[in-house]
């Protein structure tokens, strides 16, 4: 099983914008360098890429979640 980690601690969020879908739903294929969510610190948001492959998706942290660096936003199989 392979994971999605935050690249940085702040809020995570699974859409662009609160009106648009999820970059990715439980159950979809990531490749690598795919945008799962947005991180934001401070009124900045940073994409957060996929840097592994893989099929169904399972985001363990939940929208507008406050992350560490290094949690686990996602597994994958």
Same mark, same amino acid.
């Given at each position: 099983m392979?994971?999605?980690?935050?690249?940085?601690?702040?809020?995570?969020y699974r859409s662009p914008a !609160?009106? %648009?879908p999820?970059? %990715?739903e439980?159950?979809?294929?990531v490749a690598v360098g795919d945008v799962v969510g947005l991180i934001e610190v401070m009124k900045s948001f940073h994409e957060v890429r996929s840097d592994v492959a893989g099929s169904n998706?399972?985001?363990?942290?939940?929208?507008?979640? !406050?992350?560490?660096?290094?949690?686990?936003?996602?597994?994958?199989?």
């Open positions: 392979a994971q999605i980690l935050s690249p940085l601690p702040g809020t995570f !609160p009106d %648009k999820p970059f %990715k439980d159950g979809d294929a998706v399972r985001f363990v942290t939940d929208n507008e979640e !406050p992350v560490m660096a290094g949690a686990v936003l996602a597994e994958l199989d």
